[in-house]
Every structure is written in structure tokens, then in C-alpha cells.
């Protein structure tokens, strides 16, 4: 299983004070320097934290996967189709919200999710959608050509560690295995921290777990470096 790492809030932390104090770029070479997969930054419409800048500029020195998420707006894709990441991550967005939600709308939005797929793919640039685990949802994703899915974990993180998050789990395991049987990898993501990935990390057939937020805060206390460490000793322990 690999563990990618989402830098957007180095530059959250950045944009506080307008400067380039902590620097992204230096970020981006400790995770790169790790054995982590690869390096995520979400493009939001509202550039709240990472900016255009910021793409272009870790695109140069990303030595591994590079994933891209974004909203499926024409501006963005635009941008996306000029950088060239490895994989782009399309995940739903609204200016109002802290942090992603909940997984996109396939069966509303799946003419245009298509159209962006197709435009990415004839650029060979590889399509994860951000869902729920939900097998009507899974099953659209394959149909309109996505090479993979990106399981929303937030629920199951909220309901963690109550005794409450069975059903969710399940659900995870079930959209896992359906999304596999359809030729499609499979990563998750959201809210997962030291306390509530092991349970995610020992489901077979996830490919890559989307970690951010945590990381960073462990990182202001034992560093970036770390932490990261300390995320990638725990996922590889749960697959024993």
C-alpha cells in the first residue's frame, strides 16, 4: 500500500503571513526524500492555499507521482492539462466549506466528469474520482472511464474510534472489492490520522492511502520527515 502526502497545509501555513516562510518547495523535497509514493496538492478555485505558482513549480522538482486534485472547472482543467501531473483527482468544491465534504456527484455530473476524463486521458494523464463507497457510484466511475477511485474515508474517521463505524468500514471494503472486480485501483482518503488508519490500511485491495492534514500537525511537533515515517511504519505493520 502507498502512502501519498498532501502539502497543502505548508502553504495554508505560508499564506498566513504572506511570505514564503514555511517553504513549499522544501516540503515537497523531504516527502519526495521519504519512501512515500508521491506528493498531492489540491488547486482550489479560491486558491486558498496552494497556488498556481505552486503546481508549476513542484511539477518541476516531483521526481514521483504527483497527483493534482481539483474541481471540474474549466480554468482548472486547463491548468492540470498544461502541468501534466500523473494522476489528477476530481473531487466536488464548495467556497464555503474547511475542507472536502463528501464524494462527488457521478450521477449528477457524469457527462461532464466524462468529457474532463477523456480530455486527460489523450494527454495519458490518469482520472481518480473522489466517491463515496456506494456500488451505483462505483459502477458510473468504471462506465465513464475513470482508471480509479478515491474512497471518502471522513465518515468513517468521524465515527472512529466509537464503536459506531462498522457499517462504514464495510461499505469501504465492499466498494474496494466491486471497484477491483472493474479493473480500477483504489485509494482513500480524508481525515485519517494515527488513530483510524490501521483499521483502513488492512483492507485488501486498497492501493494508496491520501493522508494531509494529520501529517502535517504531528510534523510541528517530531517533524515533517517523521511523521511521514511514523504513517508509512504503521500502514506497513497493519498489512501483516
Do not use: W
Not at 500500500?1 to 505548508?10: G, K, R, S, T
Not at 466536488?92 to 468529457?115: C, D, F, H
Not at 474512497?151 to 466509537?162: D, E, F, I, S, V
Request: hydrophobic residues 45%; proline residues 2%; glycine residues 6%.
Amino acid at each position: 500500500m502507498e502512502l501519498n502526502i498532501n502539502i497543502d497545509h505548508v502553504a495554508t501555513l505560508r499564506n498566513a503571513r504572506g511570505g514564503n516562510d514555511p517553504d513549499l518547495l522544501r516540503a515537497a523535497e523531504i516527502v519526495l526524500a521519504t519512501d512515500s509514493a508521491g506528493i498531492v496538492i489540491h488547486l482550489r478555485e479560491d486558491r486558498r492555499h496552494i497556488k498556481d505558482a505552486d503546481v508549476y513549480a513542484i511539477r518541476k522538482i516531483c521526481n514521483k507521482k504527483l497527483d493534482l486534485e481539483m474541481a471540474n472547472a474549466p480554468e482548472i482543467v486547463d491548468i492540470a492539462l498544461n502541468v501534466m501531473p500523473d494522476l489528477i483527482t476530481l473531487v466536488p468544491e464548495k467556497r464555503e466549506e474547511l475542507t472536502t465534504e463528501g464524494g462527488l456527484n457521478i450521477q449528477k455530473y457524469a457527462t461532464e466528469l466524462e468529457k474532463t476524463i477523456n480530455r486527460m486521458h489523450a494527454q495519458n494523464i490518469k482520472v481518480s474520482l473522489f466517491v463515496e463507497p456506494e456500488e451505483a457510484t462505483i459502477n458510473l466511475c468504471h462506465k465513464i472511464g475513470a482508471d480509479m477511485v478515491e474512497l471518502h474515508t471522513g465518515k468513517y474517521a468521524n465515527l472512529c474510534p466509537a464503536n459506531q463505524f462498522a457499517n462504514e468500514l464495510s461499505a469501504i471494503k465492499s466498494a474496494t472489492a466491486q471497484a477491483k472486480s472493474l479493473g480500477m485501483r483504489v485509494a482513500a482518503g480524508h481525515g485519517l490520522n494515527l488513530e483510524n488508519t490501521k483499521e483502513i490500511a488492512s483492507i485488501t485491495g486498497i492501493d494508496e492511502v491520501s493522508i494531509g492534514h494529520s501529517i502535517i500537525a504531528r510534523a510541528v511537533f517530531i517533524g515533517l520527515q517523521a511523521a511521514i515515517n511514523e504513517m508509512l511504519e504503521l500502514i506497513q505493520r497493519s498489512k501483516l
